[in-house]
């Protein structure tokens, strides 16, 4: 009788992992990216993330109370909130780089990181006064826009919420987009080149100091896109968010082989869908003697396993160029 | 001149900001003056948004003549000033107060200091002579405008910190009477504010003009007596711990606990990432573990097991800490650098999760945590209060002190510190490196179980929830600031990351990001700490001066390599 549960469930458990694995996918971009140029853990890059889901979520709900949230069609609402968390999370990202971190190049490790953890600290702190005095509240919910919320049939009588689809297909537009860009283009050539060896790409004519600007919008871009559809997905939010997501994604990076692109965007996937797996069947499996709860220290497992039988991730020594 | 227009623009555009967000309204209760003009916090940060930027475009015009200084501010003063003119005009015809709660009429008023529109020219003129004056002290020489801003500074900082001040003094009968000198109910006296201001303007440009001559003189002291004056500043220091919480009473107390704690924790992870560089962010499982150990051993409530009295609970949390430091230890032996600081991450939130899970629930009261647990019996005393518990924080962390200082330069510390410098040099050269990392480890949580045990009794409860990542963050960064591998770094970054947070509660909800931004400061203007020992900052001196540290970087392989061992 169990196994009928563990079956009927399954697709939508498939996607609901799928969807916390492309946001994983996407936050950890950001930081295998500064890790690859700069061999850096950036701490704040979890605030990052929640400041692109704040701005998604005050965009709603400034439209909301001036009444235009119905005005336009669902899917070029969540473009623009999209989009506009994009913009400001990587204008944010570059600003936090030419502050707190640019200064501190070529000083010891531990000396960004702390620097980043104060940048973490000061973001966090930061969100939550302005909403506070804004809004008089700095959790915030997402308001409820009817057409995300929508069920469409998958397999059989399995619905899963037009949301999730969305956040789905979103990310992956996204991750190939930054793909080809990384890959094909002269820019994302002299990423690469910068993640490869900073002196020798200085001195074939590379703008160091603007490549690594330029990891940091980018990833500061991604973050913030993750943000705002994390908010779609999960409807609220606070300040303090963006930790549990942010080791999750750091995870992930690590699983995939830090500073590895394809590899952040498989260890996403691997951990969120894990993770979801976990979730949803330890209970049943164990007979009830590990349940749901149990799911983030199996994560923090699958982390130090990784860590301490295959530290290069799973594609790290597949594929070679570092970035 | 088209530069002052702009700048001004902007710093009004962010006193503008800074009005509409309600930073100014919140800062507008604290008074720094009453008399004879009144004069709030929130005030001051409205004209320092205006005179920073005055104060940079007079820079600018350095160039030419001081009048042109003057002028130029003069103008950056209007500008900033007409952009809240414009707010104070536009404000109540727009209605923007549908949109921003905080631009109410009190705003207004506090921006036209009380005049209404009719006091628009007021703010013009009163802006662009701030704007001159801003100016025209750009221009003035360092020896003469360091001193003044430091003045200014000491007034502030008396007035943010009037009410914590007050707290503390009032406690005392005849410290009250030195409140009653300092504060009217509300604010500052204009003679607190006037001494406080010539004090320091008077000591700083004393200590500018006569600071070289006095240090070359104590240079001329003879040995012996420097010796004496040498020893003079720490004994003063025991004296003065010995005494602070009979003269600050229990808040100070409560705090200083708090440090104390703070200073037996930085110390064990000092062992760990000073001494053998191994970076561990989850050092609080270790702190944990003491608590736990004690809470279980001590507790009468329902979840004791032993009713054991806290001096003899306290050996077995020690040693069952440091069981587990090695024991977390062994896995991650062959793990370095950033990847370590991952994988210890993940040790301290696996605790904190098992803690908090159904499954241990029976034995350590889940989220509810362990309760009733006895504080500790001295000679007969019961030491209740924050006040006892300071001296057992104190002797504790003393001695814990000189372990760690009898350890620094012992044989395993030095091994410690190859280990530190290069790995895999110092394993070539025949260091064990199991034994001596598994021994940093031990140790490093042994002295945090010593806080955890104290922390148990300190609250008489333990519960899951005071052992969050965010502590094992702090500890790494008190050991930072403080000064890495330094002893007495410890002990300052400990007053300073936990103490600072304590009297920034006057912040409220800006505390963390005060602490935040001051982090980060830090990191930019003394990357080295507050005390830091002899060869880190060497080695950081060393960076500046290296002429590409691009190329370092570069030259140096990212840490994460293959695992070596275990």
């Not at chain 1, 396993?305 to 290069?312: K, T």
């Not at chain 2, 009968?173 to 607190?192: C, H, K, M, N, Q």
């Not at chain 2, 050269?429 to 021994?439: E, N």
């Amino acid at each position: 009788m169990e196994w009928d549960v563990l079956i009927a469930i399954f697709p939508s458990v498939v996607v609901d992992g799928l969807v916390l694995g492309f946001v994983y996918a996407m936050i950890a971009l950001g930081y295998t990216m500064v890790y690859g140029v700069l061999q850096m853990i950036n701490f704040a890059h979890s605030e990052i993330f929640v400041t692109g889901a704040f701005v998604g979520a005050e965009i709603l709900l400034i439209m909301q109370a001036g009444g235009t949230l119905g005005a336009l069609h669902p899917l070029a609402l969540l473009a623009v909130i999209v989009l506009v968390a994009m913009l400001v999370s990587a204008v944010l990202a570059v600003a936090v780089e030419r502050i707190a971190y640019r200064p501190l190049r070529g000083a010891p490790r531990l000396i960004p990181l702390i620097s980043a953890i104060g940048v973490s600290f000061f973001l966090q702190d930061a969100i939550r006064l302005v909403e506070s005095l804004w809004r008089n509240a700095f959790y915030l919910t997402y308001p409820v826009v009817e057409f995300f919320d929508l069920r469409i049939a998958i397999a059989g009588d399995i619905d899963v919420p037009i949301k999730s689809i969305l956040v789905v297909v979103a990310s992956l537009l996204m991750l190939v987009v930054l793909t080809l860009f990384v890959n094909r283009t002269r820019l994302g050539t002299a990423i690469r080149a910068v993640a490869e060896d900073q002196a020798a790409a200085g001195l074939m004519g590379i703008n160091v100091g603007r490549m690594i600007s330029l990891t940091f919008l980018i990833g500061g871009a991604m973050g913030g896109a993750a943000g705002a559809l994390f908010g779609v997905q999960f409807g609220t939010i606070n300040p303090y968010t963006g930790f549990i997501p942010g080791i999750k994604a750091f995870t992930a990076a690590v699983l995939g082989g830090i500073g590895n692109v394809p590899g952040a965007m498989v260890g996403g996937l691997v951990l969120g869908m894990l993770e979801t797996l976990a979730a949803s069947y330890m209970s049943l499996l164990t007979g009830g003697a590990f349940g749901a709860e149990y799911k983030d220290i199996f994560a923090f497992s699958v982390l130090i396993l990784i860590l301490m039988f295959r530290p290069r991730g799973l594609l790290g020594e597949v594929v070679r160029e570092k970035l | 001149m088209r530069d002052a227009l702009a700048v001004g623009l902007l710093s009004g555009a962010v006193a503008v900001y800074l009005a509409l967000v309600g930073v100014v309204e919140q800062l507008h209760g604290r008074l720094v003056l009453a008399e004879p003009v009144r004069l709030s916090l929130g005030q001051v940060a409205l004209f320092l948004a205006g005179l920073v930027g005055a104060m940079a475009v007079a820079r600018r015009a350095a160039a030419g003549s001081p009048a042109a200084a003057v002028l130029a501010g003069a103008l950056a003063g209007v500008s900033a000033g007409a952009v809240l003119s414009m707010l104070v005009l536009a404000g109540p015809a727009l209605n923007v107060r549908a949109m921003f709660v905080n631009a109410s009429p009190p705003l207004f008023d506090l921006i036209t200091l009380g005049r209404g529109p009719g006091g628009v020219p007021a703010i013009l003129a009163l802006w662009g002579a701030l704007g001159a004056a801003a100016g025209a002290a750009a221009r003035l020489p360092a020896g003469a405008r360091r001193p003044l801003a430091w003045g200014a500074a000491a007034v502030l900082l008396l007035s943010i910190f009037q009410e914590l001040a007050q707290l503390i003094l009032q406690a005392g009968e005849r410290t009250a009477v030195v409140a009653d000198l300092l504060f009217t109910s509300d604010s500052p006296t204009p003679g607190a504010a006037a001494v406080v201001f010539v004090a320091t303007v008077a000591l700083n440009a004393l200590w500018r003009a006569r600071g070289e001559g006095f240090r070359r003189r104590t240079e001329t002291i003879p040995p012996a007596a420097r010796r004496v004056l040498r020893m003079a500043g720490p004994a003063l220091a025991v004296v003065a711990a010995l005494l602070l919480p009979a003269v600050g009473g229990a808040f100070i107390s409560q705090v200083l606990v708090i440090v104390g704690l703070y200073t037996l924790m930085g110390l064990g992870l000092n062992l760990e990432v000073g001494f053998a560089g191994l970076l561990d962010l989850g050092f609080v499982a270790f702190f944990a573990i003491g608590a736990y150990t004690v809470g279980l051993l001590t507790s009468v409530g329902s979840l004791g097991i032993a009713q054991m009295s806290f001096w003899a609970a306290l050996p077995v949390a020690v040693i069952v800490a440091l069981v587990a430091g090695v024991v977390l230890g062994i896995p991650v032996l062959g793990i370095r650098g950033d990847y370590l600081a991952i994988a210890t991450l993940g040790f301290g939130e696996i605790v904190r999760l098992l803690v908090l899970s159904d499954f241990l629930r029976p034995w350590l009261g889940g989220s509810q945590g362990l309760l009733d647990i006895p504080k500790p019996v001295f000679g007969g005393v019961e030491l209740v209060g924050p006040e006892h518990l300071f001296y057992v924080t104190l002797a504790f962390s003393a001695l814990v002190a000189y372990v760690a200082w009898r350890l620094q330069d012992s044989r395993l510390g030095r091994v410690w510190m190859a280990i530190r410098e290069d790995e895999d040099v110092a394993e070539a050269l025949g260091v064990d490196l199991v034994s001596a990392k598994l021994l940093a480890y031990g140790l490093g949580a042994a002295f945090a179980g010593v806080g955890g045990a104290i922390f148990a009794v300190m609250l008489g409860s333990v519960f899951p929830h005071s052992f969050q990542l965010l502590i094992s963050i702090n500890v790494l960064a008190l050991i930072i600031v403080g000064g890495l591998g330094s002893l007495p770094g410890v002990i300052v970054g400990a007053l300073a990351l936990v103490g600072l947070p304590e009297l920034l509660r006057e912040f409220g909800e800006f505390r963390f990001l005060v602490y935040g931004a001051l982090l980060v400061v830090m990191m930019l203007l003394r990357p080295e700490g507050l005390w830091p020992a002899a060869e880190q900052r060497r080695e950081l001196r060393e960076h500046v001066e290296a002429t590409e540290p691009a190329l370092e970087a570069a030259a140096a392989p990212p840490t994460a390599g293959e695992p070596t061992g275990g």
